[in-house]
C-alpha cells in the first residue's frame, strides 16, 4: 500500500446492490444512474462493472461521450437533453436517448434532418417542479414529438418523485396517480401505451407502484440507504466505496490543550489524539462535526476539532493499538456513510458526489 489515502471500489458489491433492485422490481428495466462520475465512484469503471445494467443515465452530453470512448455500447439516456443543434448532432452521433422536458427541446428534433433513430423519453411534471410538461401541456408536447419527421422515433414516458425517501408522505402516491391520469386523458393506455419510468432509487426500493417499466436508481447502486429509518444492510445493499486512510502521528495532548485551527476543540482530560491523512482538499465537508465516528484500527473513535485541509484529528485515547501507519475508514465497509453525512448536516449523496480528483479510486 503506497497510498494514504483512497476510495476503493468494491465492484462486486456494485453488482450484487444492480442484483437486489432487480429483486425489488423484478418486472422493471434497470437504468442504472451513473451520472456526477458515478455519484464519485468512477463513470467508466462503474459503467464496466454494471454491464448488466439495460441502459445508463447521465446528466450531461460530456458524460455520455465518455462512456463510449470507453466502449459503452449499451443505451445511455441523457437526463437533462440537449440544448442546441450542435448537442443535438452529437447525440445523435452517440445514440444517446433524450429526455425532453422544454418546448425548445422539440423544436430542436423538428429542426433535426439527421435519419437516426432517436428515443425520446417525454418528461411529465408531477409535482416536483423542475424539469418536465406539466400535465396541461403534456397533451400539446406529445402530439408535436409524435408529428415529428424523424423516421421511426420511438416516444416514452417519465416522472421524477420529489418526495419518496419519506415512506408515508402522500405526494408520492399523487405524483403517480397525476402521471397516470394524464397518461390516460393522452391516451396513452392499452395499445398507445409508452414505457414509463417512475422511480428514483427510494421510489424502486419503497413503492412498488413506482416501478414503470424502467426504474432508475442511483444511490441504492452504490450500497447506500435512500431512508432515513432504514440501514443499507436491511435493504440487502452493500457499500461500495470505503474511504480508507492512515494514521500519520499519535500525539499525548494535555487536559486544557487545544488541537487544531481556531482552537476550536478543547482537551477535558489528557488524550491520545490520532492526526490522519483525509481533508476537505479530499472532499471531507469541513464542518464535520465534533464527534462524528471515524473507524481507527477497526474501532470507532470521535473525531476532534476543524476539519484542516489534509487532516483530521480524531481522539483515541484508551486505544493502544493505534499508531503511526494504522489504518483507517472515513466512511463505507463498517462505518456507512449515511452516518456521516448525518454529522454533517448534509446527505450521503453530497459526500460521495464531493470525493475530489486528488483521491485515487482503487478497484477491488
Ligand atoms: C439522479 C436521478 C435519479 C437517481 O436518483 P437516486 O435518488 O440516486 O436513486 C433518477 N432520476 C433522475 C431524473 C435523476 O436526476
Known sequence: MIRLLRAVIDSAALRHNLGTIRAYAPGSKVMAVIKANAYGHGLVSTALALGDADAFAVARLEEGIALRAAGVRAPIVLLEGIFNAEQLAEAAHHGFELVVHDPLQIKLLEAHRDARRFVVWIKMDTGMNRLGFRPEAFGPALARLRALTVPSLELRVMTHLARADERSEPMTIAQIEKFEATLAAAGLTGVQRLATSIGNSAGTLGHPRAHGDWVRPGLALYGVSPFADATAAKHGLKPVMTLETTVLT???????????????????????????????????????????????????????????????????????????????????????????????????????????????????
Request: proline share 6%.
Open 250 to 364: 499519535v500525539r499525548e495532548v494535555k487536559r486544557g490543550e487545544t488541537v487544531g485551527y481556531a482552537g476550536a476543540w478543547r482537551a477535558e482530560r489528557d488524550s491520545s489524539i490520532a492526526i490522519l491523512a483525509a481533508g476537505y482538499g479530499d472532499g471531507l465537508p469541513r464542518h464535520l462535526a465534533n464527534g462524528t465516528p471515524v473507524l481507527v484500527a477497526g474501532a470507532r473513535h470521535p473525531l476532534v476539532g476543524r476539519v484542516s485541509m489534509d487532516m483530521i484529528a480524531v481522539d483515541v485515547t484508551g486505544a493502544p493499538k493505534v499508531t503511526a501507519g494504522s489504518r483507517a475508514i472515513v466512511w463505507g465497509d463498517g462505518l456507512p456513510v449515511e452516518e456521516v453525512a448525518a454529522h454533517a448536516e448534509t446527505i450521503p449523496y453530497e459526500l460521495l458526489c464531493g470525493v475530489s480528483q486528488r483521491v485515487p479510486l482503487e478497484l477491488k
